[in-house]
């Protein structure tokens, strides 16, 4: 089954809707918070490598992956995950298709359905931030600005937003589900508004696979 890790990359795929929807437009007045208003606000694109941890609820790191992603408003993005198994999921705007190179198996769902869930539906923007999260002040720790969004009314699938910035960048997301489980996306080498190939953000099945799901 190509999902073997389906819970970890629906998670990863939760915390770059955030960054999809450019959602995270901060309550004003404070000054605080203005670049990070502007952050999202300018965001048109990203390219970066990342590291991907899962942590239980003792804090302890359950699995760790890594790879390089690429972003593209409205709603276009690519995973290429490197290790510890390669797969490459992407959002062509229209759906998503997931691809695993060891089992030689693509999944293909609608955009929509894959990211219909409520919290995807919250971070995508349908609602306005303030009537759907309440959002910290910041808060400073090891040499990072943190924000912490907690949504309003409780959901049952996730319970806290954190998003850190160094120096007005982003560097980290990470989501705790009810159950105190983490999952952290930390950026290295990131490019914010770069111009991205528009081929990199469609996916053709190699020959040979097999292909699951609708592909028009």
Known sequence: MIWKHGLIHRWAIMLLTLVLGGFLILPVPSAAQ???QRYF???QSLR??????????QAQIVHTSSGQMLMQKPGKFR????????QVIV?????LWAYDVELAQVTVRPLDTALGSTPLALLSGVAPIEDTFTVSPVR?????NWYELTPQPLQPEFRLLRVAFKD????????????GQ???LDFQKLERNPVLDPALLKFTPPPGVDVVGDAG
């Open 41 to 43: 606000q300018d965001l």
């Open 34 to 36: 203005s670049p990070v």
């Open 48 to 57: 970066a490598d990342f590291i991907q941890r899962v942590f239980n609820e």
């Open 140 to 144: 400073q720790q090891g040499g990072l």
């Open 91 to 95: 959002a062509d705007g229209e759906r």
């Open 168 to 179: 007005d960048v982003l560097v980290s997301l990470e989501l705790e589900d009810s159950f």
């Open 79 to 86: 995973w290429d995950y490197q290790s510890p198994a390669k």
């Open 182 to 184: 983490r999952t952290r």
